[in-house]
């Protein structure tokens, strides 16, 4: 049994949805889907969650909503037009849409969630009327249903575990397929809450887990993962083949195609995954595998980077004789709710790595605040945009002369790296740079290790 995961850009519209169909008919296998809210269907559209969360703002607002309800219902019309699904088939969605503007919600945060996540919801229950008019038995299946439960934080849940149980117990002995809607749970007092970025993702892995799956496929709108980013390398390598640990690397440092936190449930649950095009369906993709299941080790599997890090740089003479400094800095961040990501240091200085998407100014400037205060350091400086670059690949493990394959051609290319760093599991190094220089960084270490 597989569970396929189709993302917004494969369900933009009725031609898109039809060749979701196509695949989903043509695998017996294909028993639960999981599917997203419609996408783009061209470069200046509007993605459906984000009419959705326009809504949101104008009902917190008092602000009339009759235009905004209009453009949603029409995106999800026009799609049950494309295969003449009778109108009447979508009157219980056009009440719920209208619907969302009134009821009581807990809070602001959980209003947005609702409307958010309904995105996904209604386009779940559309595609299982549309593939029951087509003649494939399908039925909607609601989260609350199967009992997938999440915590009470209402816009970035966390999945609860004692789910599973629950989730094994869909009954799949019928020939219907399963829509399921991606992106969201319900929490204990049946409100509904979203997951973070790339939650559809998510959803498809924990349903995968939970129905222990031979398969996982995420449809997307490439034919594979390559080991760069197509918009930094023309044509690069494709990757038929990558282990869990390296896809998780590899999707924090930039890597769009999966979410990093998507892949947990198959990796605890040991679940294959396969990267997939809905455009071209025959390709392989990439397979996401367990270490074991790896052929033919490459040096390098893929180069990420990303410019959505800052930096804080602290320099103080022989701390490293100083018996709790480091405790001393992770307190401050505590107090004021900070998470870091990574933290390289020397016998005289340290750099804190931070995700500044997660971080407010305020939380920055308080936080430097007590640490010029509490610490006084001899330099403290906040770097707002720090570049990371990260090189993996199960075949560096014990290699030597790894690390002089990537920073040789940057100093041919006189670029300047601000820091270095292996991870422990040896899969993995990791660059600090200038962010203007990172595009130029990654295509000098890619041709040197890839030789093009």
């Known amino acids: 049994m597989k569970v396929s995961k189709f993302g917004g850009s494969s369900l933009a519209d009725g031609n898109q949805l039809q060749r979701v169909f196509d695949i989903v008919a043509s695998d017996i296998d294909r028993k639960i889907i999981v599917v997203s809210a419609p996408g783009k269907r061209f470069n200046d559209d509007i993605k459906v969650t984000d009419l959705l969360l326009k809504y949101a703002e104008a009902t917190i607002n008092d602000v009339n909503t009759i235009t905004i309800i209009e453009s949603i219902k029409e995106r999800y019309h026009s799609i049950a037009e494309y295969f003449n699904l009778p109108q009447e088939s979508l009157i219980d969605l056009d009440e719920q849409i209208a619907h969302l503007s009134q009821r009581h919600y807990r809070s602001f945060d959980y209003l947005y969630a609702a409307f958010a996540a309904h995105g996904e919801y209604l386009n779940a229950q559309l595609v299982a009327k549309i593939f029951t008019h087509l003649g494939m038995p399908s039925r909607f299946v609601d989260p609350k249903e199967i009992g997938l439960l999440v915590d009470n934080n209402a816009r970035s849940a966390t999945f609860d575990s004692s789910s599973y149980a629950s989730i094994a117990t869909l009954d799949l002995s019928t020939n219907e397929r399963l829509i399921i809607p991606g992106f969201f749970g319900y929490t204990k007092n049946g409100d509904m809450a979203t997951f973070s970025r790339g939650g559809s993702d998510i959803t498809g892995s924990i349903m995968a887990r939970g129905l222990d799956a031979d398969l996982y496929e995420n449809f997307t709108d490439v034919s594979a993962i390559y080991a760069v980013n197509p918009k930094i390398i023309s044509n690069p390598q494709s990757i038929k083949q990558m282990t869990y640990d390296e896809m998780r690397e590899l999707s924090y440092a930039g890597f769009a195609v999966f979410h990093d936190e998507a892949i947990i449930p198959a990796i605890q649950g040991g679940i294959r995954i396969n990267i997939k095009n809905t455009n071209d369906p025959s390709a392989p993709g990439t397979f996401i595998v367990p270490p074991t299941e790896v052929q033919n080790t490459t040096p390098v599997t893929g180069i990420a980077n990303s410019n959505r890090f800052a930096a804080l740089y602290l320099h103080r003479y022989l701390l490293n004789k100083e018996v709790g400094f480091t405790l001393r800095i992770l307190e401050i961040l505590k107090r004021h709710n900070i998470s870091y990501e990574h933290m390289p240091s020397g016998i005289d200085d340290l750099t804190i790595i931070f995700d500044k998407t997660s971080l407010s100014q305020q939380q920055i400037d308080n936080m430097l605040a007590d640490i010029s205060a509490e610490i006084k350091p001899d330099t403290l ?29 940057l100093k041919e290319n006189g670029i300047s790296l601000q820091m270095v760093n292996q991870g422990a599991s040896e899969i993995s190094i990791m660059l600090g740079i200038q962010p203007d220089l990172a595009d130029n960084a990654v295509k000098a270490i890619y041709n040197n290790i890839f030789k093009v």
């Open 381 to 409: 400086k906040w770097l707002p945009s720090y570049g990371i670059i990260m090189i993996v690949g199960e075949g560096m493990r014990n290699r030597i002369g790894a690390l002089t394959e990537i920073v040789t051609p």
